[in-house]
C-alpha cells in the first residue's frame, strides 16, 4: 500500500528551545500516527521519524517498528512546514 504523508492532524509532544529540538505526533489521512524530531534555525528540518503503533505500517503491513515512513521524510517535511505556515 502506499504511504500518505497529508497531515490532518499535528500534536505539540516536546518543545526544547534552548536546544533547538522538536518533537511533534502527526496524524496522518490514513489514521496513522508518527513522532517528528525536528530542528527550527530558523527553518524546519526534519531529522528523524518514528511510527507509533496505533496502526499496522501502511506499506509493509508491520505492527512493529520499521523504517519505511524514513523512506518519504521529505515528503512529510514538506507537509509539515506547509500545515505550520
Ligand atoms: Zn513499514
Known sequence: MAFSSEIK???TSDVN???GLYQYVVT???QSKYRL???KDP???LKDVNRLLNFPCPV???DYYCKCA???MPELEAEFIKQMS
Do not use: A, G, P, Y
Request: charged share 40%; net charge positive.
Open 28 to 30: 496522518t489521512v490514513d
Open 17 to 19: 528551545e534552548k536546544s
Open 43 to 45: 527553518d524546519w528540518k
Open 70 to 72: 524514513n523512506k518519504h
Open 60 to 62: 509493509c503491513r508491520k
Open 37 to 39: 524530531f525536528l530542528t
Open 9 to 11: 492532524h499535528i500534536q
